[in-house]
């Protein structure tokens, strides 16, 4: 009994241990920096939100996925998932571009919403997401700030 509070005793101060030699980083910096519409199906609107993903720290950042919950005046709005992988290298930044849907009970409570403000333009937004990165890689961030909607697309590709 003895042995194995030892051994478990040693694999938690190794865990912990481990944990302490992972280099500090400091989080992604992540900006909204452009909305494009897509073509959607039905009832569904779409936008590509383009994302601009600094990389402050001294290690590159591999990524396998991405995953984006938008909301624009305080109200669920949008989300969407890339299958991208990639790597931001050191001390650097990349462009990602993330297709979203906005379902139409979303849009039904945009508009109800702009009812007192019938604009599109500089709509406070709160964009939270992640890029896929293993168990321990994953980064989190989350952006906010004033936002301009294009209009639905028209015409077909």
């Known amino acids: 009994m003895r042995s194995l509070h030892a051994v478990l ?21 992540v900006n909204v920096v452009g909305v494009e519409p897509l073509q959607g199906q039905g009832m569904e609107v779409r936008f590509a939100v383009k994302i601009r993903v600094q990389n402050p720290n001294g290690m590159n950042v591999n990524y396998n996925g991405v995953a984006l919950d938008l909301d624009i005046n305080g109200q669920p709005f949008a989300s969407g998932v890339s299958d991208q992988t990639g790597s931001i290298g050191r001390f650097s930044d990349t462009v990602l571009s993330v297709p979203v849907s906005v ?15 019938p604009s599109l333009n500089n709509l406070p937004y709160v964009l939270r997401g992640k890029l896929g990165g293993g168990l321990f890689g994953t980064k989190r961030f989350v952006d906010s700030g004033k936002l301009s909607l294009p209009g639905p697309m028209t015409g077909s590709r």
């Open 9 to 29: 005793l040693s694999l938690l101060l190794f865990g912990l241990s481990a944990c302490s030699s992972f280099p500090n980083s400091d989080p992604l910096s």
């Open 103 to 117: 379902s139409a009970f979303s849009v039904l409570r945009q508009t109800l919403g702009l009812v007192e403000t």
